[in-house]
């Protein structure tokens, strides 16, 4: 005969295997995310990793060639932009399929070089709002 506790118990562990099933999917499929991306005026191809690192540049054809390098960068920083808005975009949807709770359009949390109190580490995690908008950032 089960008894009443037994079986909570029970439901709570599955529950829990569950939601542990949930979020090692979210976490694979964040692992393996990787985007590429192409500058507007297709003369550069970027792909970032899931921490919007680049992980590789190809100059795609000739024309980057004619260019200046003031225009030239220019091109590698669009392409860039572009590949890590759609990798906060994959991991947003990923994490809202994972059942995260996320901000409608909160700050984002970037590493700092210090933190904003002394404290014995050499790297903190800020959640502020970024400066310039430009995506996830990495450690320094």
């Not at 190809?58 to 980057?64: I, K, L, N, S």
């Not at 200046?68 to 949807?93: C, F, H, K, N």
Request: include cysteine; glycine fraction near 10%.
């Amino acid at each position: 005969m089960d008894r009443p506790g037994g079986s909570r118990l029970e439901r709570v562990l599955a529950d829990f295997a569950e939601q542990h099933g949930v979020v090692s999917r979210a976490r694979e499929q964040l692992r393996a995310l990787s985007v590429t991306a192409l500058s507007r005026d297709g003369a550069v191809q970027v792909t970032v990793d899931a921490d919007g690192r680049a992980a590789g540049i190809r100059f795609v054809g000739q024309p980057f060639r004619d260019m200046t390098a003031p225009q030239l960068g220019g091109s590698v920083m669009d392409a860039l932009t572009t590949a890590r808005s759609e990798v906060e975009t994959r991991t947003t949807a990923v994490l809202a399929t994972a059942g995260f709770r996320l901000p409608p359009s909160g700050p984002r949390c970037r590493w700092t070089a210090r933190p904003r109190t002394p404290r014995p580490r050499t790297g903190a995690v800020s959640c502020a709002s970024p400066r310039g908008g430009d995506g996830p950032r990495s450690r320094p």
